[in-house]
């Protein structure tokens, strides 16, 4: 496993907090996709050979994604 960046680290830990409020059920395609994306973020950053640029704003737009999610649907991003 590589060492993540502490910028990309804290990234994805907040990714993490926000996809822990999503909500879950059939009735929330949405939400599923965005639990998967974040799951394929990880496996890229688990097999990349070091942090980069391209995984830490891929994880900054992950993160706006779920923002904008959970503002039109629910609670609002720790």
Do not use: K
């Not at 993490?16 to 059920?25: F, H, K, M, Q, Y």
Request: with cysteine; hydrophobic share 40%; net charge neutral.
């Amino acid at each position: 496993m590589m060492t993540t960046s502490p910028d990309l680290r804290s990234v994805l830990s907040r990714v993490t907090d926000a996809v822990e409020n999503l909500p879950c059920g059939a009735e929330h395609s949405c939400s599923a996709q965005l639990r998967r994306d974040l799951f394929a973020l990880r496996e890229r950053v688990r097999w990349a050979g070091r942090p980069s640029g391209d995984l830490l704003a891929e994880a900054e737009g992950l993160l706006g994604r779920i923002s904008e999610y959970l503002a039109a649907t629910g609670p609002a991003v720790r």
